[in-house]
């Protein structure tokens, strides 16, 4: 029976490195649209809600442009 | 030797494999009245699957338009969760033994571990000839074109052995290696896990499927379960194993009544032959 065992892990192990080589890395890791958790591409595109938020950066307000730095700074850095 | 064996799984409580012939078939309270009808019932659920799935089969065959692509939007939400269902009830009969010290059901682990594979072994053939839709290629890239379709099919085919040693002629010849090769029942759990994480990331069914696999496992534990029989042999801690069971029973169902509830709504949909397609 550990013959049969081995025989179905092979069978499982061939089909899976065949399909690897055969569709490429990227392909065999990714779940096709519609698929598991993945959302369809109808989902995705009926609802704008499911693409990711703007980032908090773009949120925030216009950080005010620093002021120049001073002769004291630029000596301090010049020595760090 | 085979009397020999046969006396020896007699003699031991149900065991945490596949199948338990010996003891099941023996058991005293087997013949008992509620007992053979509830087991009859229970049988009787396994059918529930292949019979949902049955109209969009024949319409297939009948070459009815819409009949492929049907099934390839029902298999996997109807024969996928009710493979999962029938395996979680069958891994829930040792437990319901080591709690209650019921035996009438124990001879539903044969039955339900034989039905898990051929649901499991008719989603992937269906799923192998219909799903050209969503994995184009040919009929292996349907079962193992992504990791996720590699950890299904080698949980399916891990079935094989435990299905042709699951009568009393194999449990003879094997002896003692046979429980050994019925072990591999927690291999099969793992790797079903795999591919539910795979395939639903820590999100909804893959909770789920901890859920259901959590309180099960913990009454695997040899002291937990060594523990839970000597007190309810001695009918001590009563209130503690009650109050343990309702928590058990609990987590339990969080994760099995949306399961339950999943195979309702796409099987009923798959029956009508209108299956939500994604």
Redesign the interface.
């Known amino acids: 029976?550990?013959s049969?065992?081995i025989v179905?892990?092979s069978?499982?192990?061939a089909?899976?490195t065949?399909?690897l080589v055969?569709?490429g890395l990227q392909?065999?890791?990714?779940?096709?649209?519609?698929?598991?958790?993945t959302p369809?591409e109808?989902?995705t595109a009926a609802n704008p809600d499911t693409t990711p938020p703007p980032s908090a950066v773009q949120n925030a307000p216009t950080q005010p442009t620093p002021s120049p730095p001073t002769d004291r700074h630029r000596h301090t850095h010049s020595h760090g | 030797m085979s009397t020999r064996h046969t006396h020896a799984y007699t003699a031991i409580p149900p065991t945490d494999t596949f199948v338990t012939l010996a003891r099941a078939e023996n058991s005293p309270d087997r013949g008992s009245g509620y007992g053979r009808h509830a087991v009859w019932f229970f049988r009787a659920l396994l059918l529930i699957p292949f019979a949902l799935m049955a109209p969009e089969v024949i319409s297939a065959i009948m070459g009815q338009p819409d009949g492929i692509a049907n099934i390839s939007a029902s298999v996997a939400d109807v024969l996928g969760t009710s493979t999962f269902l029938i395996f979680i009830m069958m891994l829930a009969v040792t437990p319901l033994y080591t709690t209650t010290g019921w035996r009438w059901h124990v001879i539903l682990r044969r039955d339900y571990g034989i039905a898990m594979f051929f649901a499991a072994a008719t989603d992937i053939t269906l799923a192998a000839a219909t799903t050209g839709d969503t994995f184009p290629g040919s009929p292996l890239t349907r079962v193992g074109g992504h990791t996720f379709l590699v950890a299904g099919t080698l949980a399916t085919l891990l079935l094989v052995p435990l299905v042709l040693t699951a009568n009393k002629r194999a449990q003879r010849w094997l002896g003692r290696h046979w429980k050994s090769v019925q072990r591999l029942t927690y291999v099969v759990w793992g790797t079903v896990l795999v591919h539910l994480f795979l395939l639903f990331g820590l999100s909804t069914i893959f909770l789920y499927a901890l859920a259901v696999s959590a309180p099960l496992a913990l009454l695997r534990m040899p002291f937990v379960r060594r523990w839970w029989d000597a007190s309810r042999r001695t009918h001590s801690h009563r209130a503690l194993r009650a109050v343990a069971g309702i928590a058990l029973i609990a987590v339990f169902a969080v994760g099995y009544v949306p399961l339950a509830q999943e195979l309702a709504v796409k099987g009923s949909a798959a029956f009508v032959q209108s299956p939500a397609r994604d």
């Open positions: 029976m550990d049969v065992t179905c892990v069978i499982a192990i089909i899976g065949s399909q055969h569709g392909e065999f890791l990714t779940r096709p649209a519609g698929v598991g958790a369809s109808g989902e």
